[in-house]
């Protein structure tokens, strides 16, 4: 039986390998936690996690991090992480508000950000991930040489995440308001979401964000 119809699961999910409890303990540690020094890539708000998973089964060379604000999406991941047992793959439940917290100075290699939740009203301009507040988050956790890398099918906060990342003085790259159809294309791994918009008609944007 899986692990989200056996009641209880969320208790379950406390004391689950793959789940990391106090992810605080392990800021500035994170390569001791995978045993090697391999490079540290993370994505916020994974959802169900299909990109991840797919990237961390790609390249046993990487270690990924998965961020999710809510469990019940995450129990999903967690399901499919505990049949494919990839050594390379830690989730959280946390929220990216925190980051700070739980990565020290340049710890990450890199940041995916997809599909985030656009937060469409000015007042909540803040909440969005690719805020000024976030790319300042971004700046400490990340090495000198990482970037964040940011998909979308809402051109309104492309458009704001790109000014954003510019104003804030980081260098943009790969950008594209149709990646489907661009050069990049076929080493896209989509997303949960990029799949359906996409199914939708909707065109995909990306940009990479660098210092
Ligand atoms: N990345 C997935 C995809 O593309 O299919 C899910 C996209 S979904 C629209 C956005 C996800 O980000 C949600 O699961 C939400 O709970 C999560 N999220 C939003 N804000 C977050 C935060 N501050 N910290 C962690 N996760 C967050």
Known sequence: MRL???????????????IVQDPERLRG????EFGNNNPIRVEIGMGKGQFLLTLAQRNPDVNYIGIE?????????????????????????????????????????????????PWPKDRHAK???????????????????????????????????????EACGWKLSHVTRDLHNSPDAAENVTTEYEDRFSAEGNPICRMIASR
């Open 29 to 32: 540690i994170w390569r001791e």
């Open 4 to 18: 989200r119809n056996i009641p209880g699961a969320r208790e379950e999910m406390l004391v689950n390998p793959f």
């Open 69 to 117: 604000k809510y469990s019940s999406v995450l129990l999903r991941a967690l399901t499919r992480q505990e049949e494919l047992q990839l050594p390379n793959l830690r989730l959280l439940r946390f929220d990216a508000e925190n980051l700070e917290t739980i990565f020290g100075e340049g710890e990450v290699d890199r940041i995916y950000l997809n599909f985030s939740d």
């Open 127 to 165: 909440r969005r991930l690719t805020s000024d507040r976030f790319f300042a988050r971004y700046a400490r956790v990340l090495a000198p040489e990482g970037h964040v890398e940011f998909k979308t099918d809402n051109v309104d906060l492309f458009e704001f995440s790109l000014a954003e990342a």
